[in-house]
């Protein structure tokens, strides 16, 4: 895992940077969630309006929506698939779950890309993916941190 100023970028993701998201590739399955720099940038999560299991989505449209202390607005997905599960349990038990873990306990959706073999094209990996989140970071003037118990 890379950290710059403070902003974690964990290896083995993918990240549509543009919008902030990461997600994991899992057998023909894609879990979603915000990164570190969109928690940061968002502040304290005030609420989250998922759409539902089952629901089909296209590329660009909203996974869910999130209220925070400075924002509201959509979740978007990178690519055409069917929501297969959303994380609502762990945001129903503790808001800020992705302030604090936005990597792991903090997912948003779990989504099942109608095309696996091309899911990933757009979305940047590796040495790719720590560079554009360095000049993101930069050009931000951001630096950041977690919620703490």
Known sequence: MIVH???AIPDGL??????????RFEDDLARMGLTDVAQTRMGKMVSIRFKRVGRHIEAGKSIATVESAKWVGPIHSPFDGEIIATNDEAYAADIL???????????ISIVRPDDPATAPDGLLTSDAAVEAYRARIEMLDLSCYRCAD
């Open 5 to 7: 100023r403070g902003c």
């Open 14 to 23: 993918s990240y549509d940077v543009d919008r902030d998201l990461w997600v």
């Open 97 to 107: 779950v992705a302030n604090r873990d936005p990597y792991e306990a903090g997912w």
